[in-house]
């Protein structure tokens, strides 16, 4: 049996919705085709299938086997012709597409005022809208048919072309540059993470200076300054300098806001442009100002103008509801976050095609930090029991390691002291493996492995030297980002100042608000 995941048809036909399988059936009516033709046949099998099963498909006899491939190559191709005429997703760029494809026919026709007609039309939209390389492809056909057809009413216009594909041309060199650095520092952060020394820092400076392109702000366009504003945040994120990520973020959200008709034109660097300031506002603890970005950003995403489409969708679940997590972990409001658990789960399983598996991870990980500010420390070991034994996940290692190291605090709390030996074996054995610990990770397995040798009326002493020794890492650059995953400190201060560990959260929070 095939998986799934590897059967794009299957894949594809599963993700149409009842109005997309509607406009397919239409669509392949118009087109006169035998209603029991092979490929409508296995179009309505797959359909009814819920696992993708070839047995199935040549013991209902539509195909044979060595016919089955090019069948399904047909109606996948079918497929996304219908979609493509589906209103829903004849956006500018498919329209500016099409109407290049309709100039290109009539050019080969020998119809060459028509043509560039439609061209000069479909030009002038897509440089309104930024679409500069689509753009440059309309002048280049431009300038193939008049050294075909001279229009003698404009004398000047073999220049004027001329001028416009070398201003095109050095408007999408420039966003080339700016988009490789862009995907370079993300590439290098998911390869090497965050800098971790002076020498990580300089290394980085280096080469993001290196790379960053000679600019003047004033001459960019929107796609170029989008890309320039995504370059140093992720330079910033990687040198763990989060006032700047909050400049950045700002910088691009704000470009949004200030050209909105880019917004829906591009919801998915809006989306991931305000995740990445919610990100920042997080990591600076500034909750006001985050909560009125989450709120603005939830008007524009429910709002009749904001494009619908299931990766949209996936995206806006996914940011919307983590940041609504991390706004109760900043405000200390665990348990009126709790309305949120069921809507996380069931927003998992409709979208789990289209979320990776880390970022559903990491969902499970903040509902488990969710159940452990309330108390709650058996659900939060269940959830975090979903990512310590995901053996098919090669995921970020801090994450994995904050989840071992949350379940052995959540193991003490719950009283579970069997279970705590071993975890803390395993633990202790995954962490061994872990390239580079954080002081703080190394402090917090040091504490845990000196529990079974303290006594109870010991205990206050040893949380207050663990305190004291973890404040010292507070505000270090290469190791202040631990505490994001797991505020340790509060729960100490939980304990040595006998309050739940929510009340804490809380009494920081109101002293921070700003």
Known sequence: ???????????????????????????????????????????????????????????????????????????????????????????????????????????????????????????????????????YEIVELEKIIETQYITRSIPDRADELAIQAKELSAHNVMTSKLSNLSLQL?????????????????????????????????????????????????????????????????????????????????????????HYLLESLFYVKYSSQFKTTLERLESVVVSKEFPKNDNISSLAFLYINSNKLNLHFLEGTFKRGLYLVKIIEYGINKHEDRIDEHHIMLLYYKIACLYFGMGDNKTCIQYLKKIITNKNLKMREDLMCFARVLSLVAHYEAGMDYHLEVQLKSTYKFLLKMNDLHAVQKEMIKFLRNLGNIYPHELREEFQKLHTELKKYEDHPYEKRAFLYLDIISWLESHLEDKPVAQIIQEKSKVLTR
């Open 1 to 135: 049996m095939t998986n799934v995941h590897k059967d794009a048809l299957f894949v594809l036909v599963k993700s149409l919705s009842k109005s997309e399988k509607r406009q397919f059936k239409l669509y392949v009516g118009r087109l006169g085709v035998n209603t029991d033709a092979k490929f409508i046949a296995l179009f309505n099998l797959m359909d009814k299938m819920k696992a993708y099963n070839e047995k199935t498909i040549l013991d209902n006899g539509i195909v044979t086997k060595s016919q089955l491939s090019n069948l399904k190559a047909h109606l996948y191709k079918q497929i996304l012709i219908s979609l493509r005429l589906n209103p829903v997703n004849q956006d500018i760029r498919v329209q500016i597409r099409e109407q290049l494809d309709f100039a290109t026919i009539l050019y080969q026709k020998g119809l060459y005022k028509q043509s560039l007609k439609i061209l000069d039309k479909a030009k002038n939209i897509a440089i309104e809208n930024e679409e500069k390389n689509v753009a």
């Open 186 to 274: 993300y590439g290098l952060m998911l390869k090497v993470g965050y800098a971790r020394s002076d020498e990580d820092i300089k290394r980085i400076k280096k080469y993001f200076e290196k790379q960053l392109p000679k600019h003047n702000i004033e001459d960019l366009g929107f796609r170029e300054k989008l890309w320039l504003y995504k370059a140093q945040l992720w330079y910033s994120f990687l040198i763990q300098d989060f006032l700047s990520c909050y400049k950045y973020a700002s910088k691009w959200v704000d470009l949004f806001y200030e050209n909105k008709e880019m917004i829906y034109l591009n919801p998915v660097f809006f989306l991931k442009g305000n």
